[in-house]
């Protein structure tokens, strides 16, 4: 499988904004679906936000408002931009690119942590 590169989490104050990066490390086919999860320790995995195919993108209610997806499908590259960030956004956020058609797969990036301090 080719790997999902991700960047651009860290440590930043309540209130601030952080924009996550994930790249295909080679060529593949475009992927039908382009999704953002998260995982804080002793929680389940959520899906925070969502593009599938050409519709328009879909949030978790709790970073409605606050967050948006968006996807360059010339670079195979998705974004994450995070705004009025809260201590509640604490966890490892991992990109995942899936197709469903022809040449299915389903891409997963190594994870980045992303730490909101009060």
């Known amino acids: 499988q080719v790997p999902l590169v991700e960047s651009g989490g860290g440590l930043v104050q309540a209130g601030g904004s952080l924009r996550l990066s994930c790249a295909a490390s080679?060529?593949?086919?475009?992927?039908?679906?382009v999704n953002w999860y998260r995982q804080a320790p002793g929680k389940q995995r959520e899906l925070v936000a969502t593009?599938?195919?050409?519709?328009?993108?879909n949030y978790a209610d709790s970073v409605k408002g606050r967050f948006t997806i968006s996807r360059d499908n010339a670079k195979n590259t998705v974004y994450l931009q995070m705004n009025s960030l809260k201590p509640e956004d604490t966890a490892v956020y991992y990109c995942?690119?899936?197709?469903?058609?022809?040449?299915?797969?389903?891409?997963w990036g190594q994870g980045t942590q992303v730490t909101v301090s009060s």
């Open positions: 995942n690119f899936r197709r469903t058609i022809w040449g299915s797969y389903d891409y």
């Open positions: 080679g060529r593949i086919f475009s992927p039908d679906a």
């Open positions: 593009i599938i195919g050409a519709d328009s993108p």
